[in-house]
């Protein structure tokens, strides 16, 4: 299976190197699963009309809407409010059962997942 680019996000959005031309139609119709030294863990979904959910393991809900920006992706009209009105991250490289390091917009370690499917 060819390997695809997809946003990594967690908490929003997570810090990585971008690759030449990425884009994010891995992360369609999958989750990204970001988990938390503590045991926290957030899901995220991209959908192809705009949209963006994430559920925190707290039971927070997270909506906003996405764009591509060159090799980055950005949410805004994000809901609830939140520090934040606009967030951009690079996007990388990673197919179906990668996983991947990163930190949170806070700075917090966070371990990444793309996992097969949405429950």
Not at 44 to 61: E, I, K, Q
Not at 69 to 95: D, K, Q, W
Request: with cysteine; proline share 8%.
């Amino acid at each position: 299976m060819p390997r695809k680019l997809v946003l990594a996000l967690s908490a929003v959005a997570c810090f990585a190197s971008a690759p030449a031309h990425a884009d994010i139609t891995s992360a369609f119709g999958n989750t990204i699963l970001s988990r938390y030294p503590d045991g926290g863990w957030v899901k995220h979904w991209f959908n192809p009309d705009g949209t963006y959910a994430a559920h925190f393991s707290d039971g927070r809900r997270l909506t906003a809407r996405w764009r591509q920006e060159g090799e980055r992706v950005c949410l805004t009209h994000i809901r609830p409010n939140m520090l934040i009105p606009r967030f951009c991250t690079p996007m990388i490289e990673a197919s179906v059962g990668d996983s991947w390091a990163s930190r949170d917009p806070l700075g917090r370690r966070v371990q990444n997942v793309l996992m097969a499917g949405r429950p």
